[in-house]
């Protein structure tokens, strides 16, 4: 199923304000252009490097950038089309300041 973003602004915002992020951002987006996800799993076909966070909570991170940038998104398969919602977007240091000494995968507030 093709991917429907949502927030894509976020992103643009960011990138505004992070001019560096700027090429790293258009590869992922990119490749969300000619993503065809069907379960979760598809998604790290797409993203080797993304994490799906634990215990069904329907969130993804993305490493983006060589790892520079991470991207927090919530994901819902639908019946025609997979939504992904852009919840947080920072580098990789204020990812883990976000997490502070706990696992990623126990991040839930986005």
Same mark, same amino acid.
């Given at each position: 199923?093709?991917?429907?973003?949502?927030?894509?602004?976020?992103?643009?915002?960011?990138?505004?304000?992070?001019?560096?992020?700027?090429?790293?951002?258009?590869?992922?987006?990119?490749?969300?252009?000619?993503?065809?996800?069907?379960?979760?799993?598809?998604?790290?076909?797409?993203?080797?490097?993304?994490?799906?966070?634990? %215990?069904?909570?329907?969130?993804?991170?993305?490493?983006?950038?060589?790892?520079?940038?991470?991207?927090?998104?919530?994901?819902?398969?639908?019946?025609?089309?997979?939504?992904?919602?852009?919840?947080?977007?920072?580098?990789?240091?204020?990812? %883990?300041?976000?997490?502070? %000494?706990?696992?990623?995968?126990?991040?839930? %507030?986005?």
């Amino acid at each position: 199923m093709k991917v429907h973003l949502i927030r894509k602004e976020t992103i643009e915002s960011y990138v505004a304000e992070n001019a560096r992020s700027k090429s790293s951002f258009a590869i992922w987006l990119t490749a969300i252009k000619h993503a065809d996800w069907d379960i979760p799993d598809d998604i790290l076909q797409t993203f080797g490097s993304a994490d799906l966070l634990g %215990d069904g909570i329907d969130r993804v991170v993305f490493d983006i950038g060589g790892n520079r940038y991470r991207m927090i998104c919530k994901y819902v398969f639908g019946q025609k089309q997979v939504h992904l919602f852009i919840c947080w977007v920072g580098t990789h240091t204020e990812y %883990d300041e976000l997490c502070g %000494d706990e696992e990623q995968y126990t991040v839930t %507030d986005y």
